[in-house]
T-cell receptor, first 113, second 116 residues
Framework: GENVEQHPSTLSVQEGDSAVIKCTYS??????FPWYKQELGKRPQLIID?????GEKKDQRIAVTLNKTAKHFSLHITETQPEDSAVYFC????????????FGKGTTLSVSS | DTAVSQTPKYLVTQMGNDKSIKCEQN?????MYWYKQDSKKFLKIMFS???????INETVPNRFSPKSPDKAHLNLHINSLELGDSAVYFC???????????????FGSGTQLSVL
């Protein structure tokens, strides 16, 4: 089955800096790669996703890149703000019957002002 | 309107008891899931139902039994609760697993289970 590794487990940055979180996956058939943000005591919420036919996707201050050959994908947050502080999860799936999103172990991002 | 709602939000109980968590979604999705989030925040899939049919059953003790009376509801019953069952349990739903492109998960607000 799929296995998703995520690094780093914790990340501390100053407000305004960029933050990068990296993930690798094991199943070459995986074709859907979302990122979820979970604030303290809240539910995980999708912030951006990418499919295997796309190499990069941007949405304002966040971007995701995908390297299918190397089986890794990354989340980039620019101009970080204190409200970006949360746990971020990457995930991967085949998007087919009988499968589910498999999550990485999460990265706790702390943005200090 | 809450898209995915689960109850209760908090559940405190003694070892050995039996408890249930209920989940309902009003999104018209046909796939629902249970994920367990442990104290280290790891989100692990437990079960998935598609149109009331069990399609994913990960390595979970058989003390855990999901039940889906219809595609809008997925409940989780846990027998003989153990200390290690303490975690946050999240229900989630998505639109038609198995047909790309939409696999976005919508999570419920979670149930914090504490076994004493």
């Amino acid at each position: 089955g799929e296995n998703v590794e995520q690094h780093p487990s914790t990340l501390s940055v100053q407000e305004g800096d960029s933050a990068v979180i990296k993930c690798t996956y094991s199943d070459s058939a995986s074709n859907y790669f979302p990122w979820y943000k979970q604030e303290l005591g809240k539910r995980p919420q999708l912030i951006i996703d990418i499919r295997s036919n796309v190499g990069e996707k941007k949405d304002q201050r966040i971007a995701v890149t995908l390297n299918k050959t190397a089986k890794h994908f990354s989340l980039h947050i620019t101009e970080t703000q204190p409200e970006d502080s949360a746990v971020y999860f990457c995930a991967a799936s085949r998007a087919q019957a009988g499968t589910a999103l498999i999550f990485g172990k999460g990265t706790t991002l702390s943005v200090s002002s | 309107d809450t898209a995915v709602s689960q109850t209760p939000k908090y559940l405190v109980t003694q070892m050995g008891n039996d408890k249930s968590i209920k989940c309902e979604q009003n999104l018209g999705h046909d796939t629902m899931y249970w994920y367990k989030q442990d104290s280290k925040k790891f989100l692990k899939i437990m079960f998935s139902y598609n149109n009331k049919e069990l399609i994913i059953n990960e390595t979970v003790p058989n003390r855990f039994s999901p039940k889906s009376p219809d595609k809008a509801h997925l409940n989780l019953h846990i027998n003989s609760l153990e200390l290690g069952d303490s975690a946050v349990y999240f229900c989630a739903s998505s639109l038609t697993a198995g047909r790309a492109p939409n696999e976005k998960l919508f999570f419920g607000s979670g149930t914090q289970l504490s076994v004493l």
